[in-house]
């Protein structure tokens, strides 16, 4: 098996076992070795992300297989009747909260690759009673949707974990209409992090060893195509968060945790498809 496709089954195993585990009332952690959380003891990339009107009126399945790092869909601009595509929707808890943002007349696609995953998230769907909701069971390299057939791309502490984020952006481009919007959340690293943590597999899966360096990030953006990129700091993680992400791993916490003080953020992540691509476009004249 290829180190691609064993970073794949790894993060399968793992966020099936988390659906699992919202099933059974317990909450996961994100990040280190991904255990089940202590009672009352918070994660400290995945907790205080959702205001309390958000998820009041969301089946309580959903908000505890929230795994995200942000929220993408409260700082995207989500207008009424647009079709949403959710890369990695997990228990659903971005896909509900857009579906009520699009209306009736919009749509709303989650995109996973965990059957539990999605069969948590089709059961939070029938709970909430929201009809414009579709799970599609695929993975965020090869998108399920042809091309220009959505309007905006939401992910939550998703892309980060892909071992082909060229292939990832390329797919996202894609399928966005002329003028479609990129806005998704994802962990980023600022400035070089040690070896240690980008050769563990165990982070790979717990979204920190994955994630791109800030300039990394912004001119893989552009090489697909994309323009008018940035990435908005959300949440630094300090020493004190990295301790806590790392336990278990086997890591030397009194070397690292210093190292990568301040390293790590939570960036909401933003660019635009033009409104006429090469890509979108096919005629002999346009592309002379």
């Known amino acids: 098996m290829s180190k691609d496709?064993?970073?794949k089954e790894e993060i399968k195993t793992r966020y099936g076992q988390a659906a699992l585990q919202a099933q059974r009332q317990e909450r996961r952690s994100c990040c280190g070795t991904g255990t089940v959380l202590e009672a009352g003891k918070l994660d400290p990339i995945t907790s205080g992300l959702y205001a309390d009107d958000e998820t009041s009126t969301l089946p309580d399945d959903a908000v505890r297989a929230s795994l995200g790092c942000g929220n993408p869909t409260a700082l995207a601009q989500i207008a009424p009747g647009e079709t949403v595509l959710d890369l990695g929707s997990g228990?659903?808890?971005?896909?509900l909260l857009s579906a009520r943002r699009v209306g009736p007349t919009g749509k709303v696609y989650g995109l996973d690759m965990t059957d539990e995953m999605l069969e948590l998230a089709r059961a939070n769907q029938a709970k909430a009673g929201i009809t414009n909701v579709e799970f599609l069971k695929g993975d965020i390299e090869h998108i399920p949707l042809p091309d220009n057939s959505v309007d905006l791309i939401i992910s939550n502490c998703v892309i980060n974990l892909s071992p082909d984020k060229d292939l990832v952006l390329a797919e996202a481009f894609r399928v966005l209409k002329s003028g479609g919007r990129l806005a998704v959340s994802d962990i980023v690293v600022r400035g070089e992090i040690p070896e240690d943590i980008q050769r563990s597999i165990?982070?790979?899966a717990g979204?920190?060893?994955?994630?791109?360096e800030e300039k990394e990030y912004l001119v893989k953006l552009e090489r697909a195509g994309f323009e008018r990129a940035s990435i908005q700091s959300t949440?630094?993680?300090t020493a004190a968060d990295a301790r806590e992400l790392f336990e278990g791993t086997g890591i030397d916490?009194?070397?690292?945790a210093p190292?990568?003080?301040g390293k790590f953020?939570?960036?909401?992540?933003r660019a635009v498809k033009p409104e006429t691509s090469p890509a979108a476009c096919c005629s002999a004249t346009c592309c002379a």
């Open 5 to 7: 496709q064993t970073l």
């Open 91 to 95: 228990g659903g808890i971005d896909v």
């Open 202 to 204: 165990e982070l790979w």
């Open 207 to 212: 979204c920190v060893a994955g994630a791109l």
């Open 235 to 237: 949440r630094v993680y």
């Open 253 to 256: 916490l009194d070397t690292i």
């Open 259 to 261: 190292a990568v003080d």
């Open 265 to 269: 953020i939570s960036g909401f992540v």
